[in-house]
């Protein structure tokens, strides 16, 4: 007996060590499944924040192994889009007023909203134009256009339209250049008519003369001429993971995530 005593105690430290081993494996199963796990976010954004929410969604990707899958258009077709169930967890727009509206209908979070960027609205040309023109009350945008078009997002319901319609009509030249606008369905679209050749002048955001460098920017249009410049965002109610959606949103609002629009010319509000 003695012997298989003695036996039995020199086999116990191995035991014990495969039982700590298994306990170990145990404990870190979760941590490694957690690991692996992502997440992937849909964002519907203004067309306008194309260059930028690339960057910072690409950093945020890289950081949290998070998926951002933005969709870019006119503010107004996203704000439709949502409307008809299309879905989404995130809405970004460039005015209030779209935001506002998919806000009554009840189709976003409202305690997630937030005003995030500002911008500024610019008159454009092709980079090789010779065009000199100071915007002021009555400045003679009609005799520079010619023949030419004056490129614009939708004046009724996309926000670059309808910030630069209303700057026109408050500098009292919209008479003149109305018969002459070329309408686009977004103001990417408007820039590309200008950076193409096809228009010889374009009202777009400063950010979006920034990431086109075949167009340079006239002038810069009083902000008296039109009404503040806003991006709030949100998330959608129909989001099918909010958690996730309010992160990224949180990483929007954090330095990191704002570094690519403030390099991108966006004013940061928040």
């Known amino acids: 007996m003695p012997m298989l005593a003695g036996h039995i105690r020199s086999r116990s430290p191995f035991k014990m ?12 199963a979760p941590a490694v499944a957690q690991k692996t796990e992502t997440t992937t976010t849909t964002v519907f954004a203004a067309a ?11 950093d945020y990707q890289k950081s949290t192994g998070n998926k951002i899958v933005a ?50 609205l610019v008159l454009i040309a092709p980079q090789a134009s010779t065009a000199s023109l100071k915007i002021e ?10 023949d030419g078009r004056l490129a614009m997002a939708d004046v009724k319901s996309v926000p670059a339209g309808k910030y630069g ?16 606008i070329a309408q686009a369905e977004n103001v990417r679209a408007a820039l590309a008519l200008v950076a ?11 950010t979006d003369a920034a990431a086109e460098p075949k167009v340079k920017i006239v002038g810069v249009f009083p902000e008296d001429t039109h009404p503040p410049i806003i991006y709030p965002i949100a998330v ?15 990483f929007l609002k954090s330095p990191e995530g704002q ?12």
């Open 17 to 28: 060590v495969a039982a700590w081993t298994l306990a170990l494996a145990l404990l870190s």
């Open 48 to 58: 306008s924040l194309k260059t930028a929410l690339d960057a910072a969604s690409a």
């Open 71 to 120: 969709s870019y258009a006119g503010s107004s077709a996203l704000a439709k889009q949502i409307e008809q169930g299309a879905p989404a967890d995130i809405f970004i727009s460039a005015d209030l007023d779209w935001m506002d509206y998919v806000a009554k209908a009840k189709l976003i979070n409202d305690e997630t909203r937030v005003n995030l960027f500002g911008n500024r």
């Open 137 to 146: 009350p009555g400045f003679k945008l009609a005799d520079a256009l010619g």
């Open 165 to 180: 319609s209303a700057a026109l009509k408050k500098l009292g030249v919209w008479d003149a250049v109305e018969a002459k």
């Open 196 to 206: 193409q050749g096809e228009a010889p002048f374009g009202i777009v955001y400063e």
């Open 236 to 250: 959608l109610a129909a989001s099918k993971d909010s958690d996730a959606a309010k992160a990224f949103i949180a």
């Open 259 to 270: 570094a690519a629009f403030a390099k991108q010319g966006f004013t940061i509000l928040k």
